[in-house]
């Protein structure tokens, strides 16, 4: 059997959940269909756990467990995993003074159960940043952070896939309108030798692994205009795999909705299956 991870910005999960047209029943109906998925990683939940606990009852009824972190700010952030097994352990950010309140990393140890292996799961909301100013630096500052975190733990033993909306497009195949974005948050040059490090220093983007040198496949795309329609998105939700997990990488999709209205959140799931 495969263990199928999947990696979804809700965009605010009381939004979420809601039944916005016939067509569009939220999350819930999705999260409980047939699928096989073992786990869930959220970002954007904007939500206290009483508030996330509520609106996803009816699929913490159905047997998922959910670990998370909030926002320091209210109604901002937050992070968790849904797992069909509950986890052995849970960690609340990366040792940062400045950013473990701000409910942008939230990391589970699981224990080897059938198909699933000992596995460390993390689920990360990367600041957006800007161009320029304070918050293009605070966002370097969480990178600087945050990646000396990544490289330790890349070396565990164990399998270790980190996913999230990591608002940072690696390359041009990334993102639909790359050559008027050169200047714009996410795809700055910085930013996309950051990811770069990343990937030189054992990480496997698993996606692009799987699919090759396409454009695409986008997980976001902006709510105005055709941008859904046109397919003029970015690729910035992704799973990044240590050696032990990403040789294990067999399918990747991206669970697009089949019309703008039928959509719950402005991103796709991006959903990764390991044999």
């Not at 909030?70 to 609340?92: F, I, N, Q, W, Y």
């Not at 630096?137 to 490289?151: I, T, Y």
């Not at 497009?169 to 990343?198: I, M, Y």
Request: aromatic letters at 10%; glycine letters at 10%; a negative charge.
């Amino acid at each position: 059997m495969s263990l199928t991870i999947t990696s979804v910005n809700v965009n605010g999960i009381r939004a979420a959940v809601k039944e916005r047209n016939p067509d569009n029943p939220g999350i819930l109906p999705w999260l409980g269909a047939p699928t096989g998925r073992r786990f869930v990683l959220l970002q954007e939940i904007r939500a206290s756990r009483d508030q996330a606990v509520e609106a996803l009852a009816p699929a913490l009824d159905a047997g998922w467990s959910l670990s998370m972190t909030e926002s320091s700010v209210k109604g901002h952030a937050g992070v968790g995993v849904l797992g069909t097994v509950a986890p052995d352990a849970v960690r609340v950010g990366f040792g940062s003074e400045e950013f473990d309140g701000t409910g942008r990393y939230l990391e589970i140890d699981v224990a080897a159960d059938g198909d699933v292996p000992a596995l460390t799961l993390g689920s990360v909301y990367l600041p957006k940043g800007a161009s320029d100013g304070p918050k293009r630096d605070e966002k370097f500052r969480f990178l600087d952070e945050f990646g000396a975190h990544l490289d330790t733990l890349s070396r565990r033993r164990r399998g270790v896939v980190v996913g999230g909306d990591w608002n940072i497009a690696h390359s041009e195949l990334d993102l639909k309108a790359w050559k008027t974005n050169q200047r714009s948050p996410g795809f700055l040059p910085e930013e996309r030798a950051w990811v770069g490090g990343l990937l030189d220093r054992s990480w496997v983007d698993v996606t692009r692994a799987l699919v090759g040198d396409e454009p695409g496949p986008y997980s976001w795309w902006s709510w105005r205009g055709k941008a859904f329609d046109n397919d003029s998105g970015w690729r910035i939700d992704y799973h990044l795999a240590n050696p032990v997990m990403a040789r294990r990488a067999c399918a990747t999709r991206v669970e697009r909705a089949d019309a703008y209205d039928r959509r719950w959140s402005d991103h796709a799931p991006v959903t990764v299956e390991f044999a």
